[in-house]
């Protein structure tokens, strides 16, 4: 079993559709990152989340450290938003990032 | 500032050739880490750095091998290239390790043959 799970692994959605990709953990973190890889390969960081809720744009990244979950979310999708979004934690105890398998998501116009 | 400068961009290598995989930040960064993405897999640490000196392993070390003589620096070594290494192989880095934002270079696409 993956440390870090995400779902799903693949979306399509229409422009202007909201939309959800969540994360799950088993392992104790300091903080959980979302990042996104474009179909060129660059990856780029989006939010570090300790606690709470984060905005940008958008993109809204929310956390449950209790419960082991996290959420990104986008409001008012749009083809540009296509890319693979990849959920990763800074395990507790280690100097090892760990990284969910992404979602590749797909916004068609 | 540059970020994280990975090079090459590309590379095509025969069984059993070594390489350096060049990594360089220019953000003072303490934590620098080498990773490899594979298709239907998470990105895989290979090794990590908190620090001008320190090395460690990660999960998937086996014929790779690095050295942080410097702050900036930090290549991964190639060995003697198998076919399993073929992989796209990122280099990110952090201001330390917990708490802080990643910046990742570019990537490297890396073919053994």
């Known amino acids: 079993k993956n440390e870090v799970e995400q779902s799903p692994q693949n979306l399509t959605a229409q422009e202007g559709e909201f939309i959800t990709i969540n994360c799950s953990y088993s392992?104790?973190?300091?903080?959980l990152h979302w990042l996104q890889q474009h179909p060129g390969g660059g990856i780029v960081s989006l939010f570090m989340l300790s606690s709470g809720k984060k905005k940008h744009g958008r993109l809204i990244a929310t956390i449950n450290i209790q419960e082991k979950h996290s959420s990104l979310h986008i409001t008012a999708s749009h083809p540009r938003d296509s890319a693979v979004y990849i959920c990763a934690v800074d395990e507790k105890g280690t100097y090892k990032y760990i990284f969910g398998t992404g979602t590749r998501l797909k916004v068609l116009a | 500032n540059a970020g994280v400068t990975q090079t090459p961009k590309f590379q095509v290598l025969k069984t059993g050739q070594s390489m350096t995989l060049q990594c360089a930040q220019d953000m003072n960064h303490e934590y620098m880490s080498w990773y490899r993405q594979d298709p239907g897999m998470g990105l895989r640490l290979i090794h990590y750095?908190?620090?001008?000196?320190?090395?460690d392993q990660g999960e998937v070390p086996n014929g790779y091998n690095v050295s942080r003589s410097t702050t900036e620096d930090f290549p991964l070594r190639l060995l003697s290239a198998a076919p399993s290494q073929t992989s796209v192989y990122f280099c990110?880095?952090?201001?330390?390790?917990?708490?802080?934002?990643?910046?990742f270079g570019d990537g490297t696409r890396l073919s053994i043959l």
């Open positions: 990110a880095s952090s201001r330390e390790y917990s708490n802080q934002p990643q910046h």
């Open positions: 392992v104790g973190i300091s903080a």
């Open positions: 750095s908190v620090g001008a000196g320190i090395t």
